[in-house]
């Protein structure tokens, strides 16, 4: 074997479940788990637009599965496996697709995951990627965004604006610690938090907390509330840090009185309240002495 | 809503079937019918690589629409929905999108499929598209490439070779009748045949007969024998025909004396006996005096 199919068999099979038969055939089949929903996504990283050229190549799989795994944890859903697409040019050296499995198989054994299928193609442009995650959630349990009412207070795991702040760094612009480089290199998503039952609406936060919270309170028919100087994050220019993304951390929508439980379900994961949910639409953000602020962009948007 | 979210909800949320959530959230949620396996595929199509720039945007959309419907097909599973990804150049016009959103819509309808969700993104290169198709089988039920045994019969759907010969004329190779130029724009999958109990093995042939017949073989441990005369379509060079690729009919393994049935599960459909698989490894293509042939090429291989 040669060419696509020697590179399949060499590099990708060994990552493949028993749902991917071996990469051997047109497609992968699944019995799905009993007595559980599916949970589907797909995101895509592109060279010069989710990624730079210099990247280490295990970092860009990682985060390609990362992004992906955190729009699952978004959902409430325990991730399975996946499907990948890869696009590559015909000058790209071997040891970048043998360094981005490296990463592949990293994650498949920290996360769980197993390979079920994919489709290689040669690219004339940059590199392309994709990957469709498949997750799994109790019945009617899956998270959503439209599920917050007037009253729930607005939650977020973790930091937000690290990664904005490292991103800035990277492209020469500004100084940023190391480990806010590192983290937008590779984002830790919250997998594995047992939400059913504590939060009434959830978002990952990938494009940016102002952008993603008012989904929920577009989703949901209401206006958001943050408070900035609560929500949580390093030092640095707060418009960045709110609305420049790649976080992927949660943002929750809680009725009140659950924070015991939610700082409960969330283990190690620390959380903090930021806000709050009211009668109306759009997103406010207040400064510390609670005047709406006002920013030039909302968050990222791939089309504007 | 503008940019991203605007173009999310004017043209893809009137596609989006009930896992879709109205493509409101970070992930689709599937309940999966009961008694059933999932079938999973996923294929991109590339400006310049899988398509011209100048080609119909619908055509564009169907075309990736059938080409995983056709490897669900040779699993002979039934389809449900998929995930989209589209990464579109920002100077790429509306009407673009437009169009091939209507594609879409038009084999969602003809094929009973719903958008469950996807990933939109800017491009700095062409048009990068990929689908996730998800489909249904019986459990156990599930076309393989591994099930041939020696003795088994092969057969091929429809006709071989057209996509081929219409895809070189309309890259000014020579001339075909507007059906071979159609073909290559628009393939037909062979969805909804009752193949299970009746063909031992399937692979849709989409890279060419010779290299598509090939992975049977050698999935199943043996030898594929094809008679070049008893394989049909339009006049036209042998070896175009039987390496060049795009057909997306199937090609099956059947056990002797099950033309009836392979014939009654495939209705309207034309199915007609091209070799046999014996003991041994390979391909061995024979001409009409039944000497082994030669081809410069087996077929389409996207990294070689």
Chains 1, 2 share one sequence.
């Not at 989710?50 to 860009?60: E, I, M, T, Y």
């Not at 009434?200 to 929920?216: E, K, N, P, R, T």
Request: glycine residues 14%; aromatic residues 4%.
């Amino acid at each position: 074997m040669s060419g696509e199919f020697g590179r399949i068999a060499r590099y990708f099979a060994p990552l493949a479940g028993a749902a991917g038969l071996g990469l051997a055939d047109d497609a992968a089949v699944l019995a799905p788990p009993p007595g559980r929903e599916l949970v589907l996504t797909v995101d895509q990283m592109l060279e010069g637009v989710h990624f730079l050229s210099a990247d280490d190549p295990a970092l860009v799989a990682r985060k390609l599965l990362r992004r992906n795994l955190s729009d699952l944890a978004a959902m409430g859903a325990a991730p399975l496996g996946y499907l990948l697409t890869t696009a590559l040019p015909r000058t790209l050296p071997e040891s970048w697709l043998a360094r981005f499995v490296e990463g592949l198989a990293e994650d498949q054994a920290l996360y769980g995951l197993a390979l079920m299928g994919g489709d290689s193609s040669s690219s004339i442009g940059g590199i392309a990627l994709s990957a469709t995650l498949i997750g799994t959630v109790l019945p009617g349990q899956a998270l959503r965004r439209n599920g917050a009412r007037a009253g729930d207070e607005i939650w977020v795991t973790g930091t937000i604006g690290d990664a904005a702040l490292g991103l800035q760094a990277r492209l020469g612009q500004g100084e940023a610690a190391p480990a806010l480089v590192a983290r937008s290199l590779l984002p830790q998503p919250r997998v594995g938090l047992a939400l059913a039952g504590i939060a009434s609406a959830a978002i990952d936060v990938s494009d940016g907390l102002v952008q993603d919270v008012g989904h929920i309170a577009r989703e949901s028919g209401l206006l958001a509330v943050i408070e900035a100087a609560a929500v949580p994050g390093a030092e640095g220019d707060l418009e960045t840090r709110l609305t420049g993304g790649d976080d992927y951390e949660l943002a929750l929508a809680v009725p009140p009185g659950r924070e015991t439980a939610l700082r409960a379900a969330c283990g190690a994961v620390t959380v903090t309240r930021i806000g709050c949910l009211r009668q109306g639409e759009g997103v406010q953000v207040l400064s510390e002495s609670g005047v709406p602020m006002r920013f030039t962009s909302l968050g990222w948007q791939h089309f504007s």
